[in-house]
């Protein structure tokens, strides 16, 4: 914010409250369910409000979201038995199948492109909301995901074609589609 | 540049993470390579589709006040939590009234005015000291940020039904910070934020009417005022800063009006 002065301290109210939507908006696609989003991005604010006093920088979206990001991993990890880390080479290929053009994702419904990315694993999940959703830059996503700048390129690559096969998946139960 | 290095690259080029050099390559590639220039268009249209379907979701409303609460409960700011709102009906009081009845003060019914005066008086500052705290804890310092005195002026036309008069200060050390709308005195008025060091001053202005305020200064837990009236405008200041600082500002302010 401009109106803050370089000098002063950061508060939350200043930095971390005007990101409510982004951490909302992360915890409700890792998670989805919306009572759990909101329990997380509380936990979330609290643990933020607590080590405020290592906030550097300007821009506190980013920080916020990585603390966002591991309350629901440690939500998400109660649930599941997948192996740490994260494979992402085991959840997708980078290669281009072939069959979908410009003109399929033109005409692609809103709802099934929903679906498809819920059916996702949570990792990709997150790179495609990060980068698409929240339009944070690489870096942004490496610092949030704690991965390097070329895995978060590699991941989203894998992630989108992942979600390309879940909407052909999806498409052939509904209706002859083009993707 | 060849097809395979192209391929490697498109998506970071589309997401705009290219230096322009590779950007340029591959641009130049694609004009040669019709294979390479309908998979950009294939990765284009599905990067639309993203953008355009997948839903951005909003915090819940009362998400934010659930925060605010479990924060303030851990201790965040420090200052009492903002007063509830006050009716509408608080007026101004005529505060060189205690003067005058500290001059006549053999008249029977002089106890009686005062106490009424005074706690009008608290009423108003006691509004302005909750709006002044509320928009530190909110994050509602100003709904125009800048520190352009034609930026903020010219963003409450049409919002209010008077034209508050805006300066910045910052050759006098007090920075024009942005401005909001407030409601005080059971009417819109207009908020200016200023800044000394990392503090915040509200300066609220609204019409005088046929109550104007007096050249006042007072202090309530910790939190300083500074009323008067001037060009047919009410002003009143409130901030944290020390009282003779805020008297500075005060003639400051009436100095570049």
């Known amino acids: 914010m401009e109106a803050s002065v370089p000098s002063a301290p950061p508060t939350f109210e200043q930095h971390l409250l005007p990101h409510m939507d982004a951490a909302y908006n992360l915890a409700r696609w890792l998670l989805r369910d919306p009572h759990d989003a909101e329990d997380a991005v509380q936990e979330a604010c609290l643990r933020a409000f607590r080590a405020i006093g290592r906030f550097r920088g300007s821009d506190g979206r980013p920080w916020l979201l990585a603390i966002v990001r591991n309350v629901c991993y440690s939500q998400l990890r109660r649930n599941r038995s997948e192996p740490e880390p994260f494979d992402d080479e085991a959840h997708g290929s980078t290669h281009d199948p072939a069959e979908a053009n410009a003109v399929a994702w033109r005409e692609v419904k809103g709802e099934l492109l929903r679906q498809g990315l819920e059916r996702l694993p949570a990792e990709f999940r997150e790179a495609i909301v990060l980068r698409e959703i929240e339009g944070l830059s690489y870096r942004e996503v490496a610092e949030i995901s704690e991965i390097p700048v070329g895995t978060v390129m590699s991941r989203l690559a894998r992630a989108r074609r992942r979600l390309q096969a879940e909407l052909l998946a999806l498409a052939g139960k509904e209706s002859p589609h083009g993707l | ?257």
Request: proline share 5%; hydrophobic share 45%; net charge neutral.
């Open chain 2, 1 to 257: 540049m060849d097809c395979s290095e192209t391929r490697r690259r498109i998506e970071a080029d589309i997401d705009g993470e290219l230096d322009l050099v590779r950007h340029l390559e591959l641009a130049a590639h694609r004009q040669e390579c019709p294979e390479c220039a309908r998979l950009d268009e294939t990765l284009r249209a599905r990067r639309a589709a993203l953008r355009e379907a997948l839903p951005r979701f909003s915090a819940p409303s009362q998400l934010r006040g659930k925060v605010l609460a479990a924060l303030r409960a851990e201790g965040m700011g420090g200052a009492a939590p903002a007063a509830p709102m006050r009716p509408a009906w608080v007026i101004w009081p005529n505060w060189n009234l205690v003067g005058v009845a500290a001059s006549i003060a053999m008249a029977l019914f002089v106890g009686y005015s005062w106490g009424q005066a005074r706690a009008r008086g608290n009423l108003l500052l006691d509004e302005a000291i909750s709006d002044h705290i509320r928009s530190l804890q909110f994050n509602h310092l100003s709904d125009v940020v800048s520190a352009d005195q034609h930026t903020v002026k010219p963003w409450f036309a049409g919002k209010l039904d008077f034209a508050p008069p805006v300066v910045d200060l910052a050759s006098s050390g007090f920075p024009l910070a942005g401005g909001r709308l407030e409601h005080l005195a059971g009417r819109p008025a207009a908020a200016l934020v200023f800044r000394r060091r990392q503090h915040a001053i509200n300066l609220f202005i609204w019409p005088a009417g046929a109550d104007p305020v007096s050249d006042r200064q007072a202090e309530l837990n910790g939190y300083h005022a500074r009323s008067w009236c001037h060009g047919g405008f009410n002003f009143l200041a409130v901030s944290e800063i020390s009282a003779a600082e805020l008297g500075q500002f005060a003639e400051i302010f009436q100095a570049a009006n």
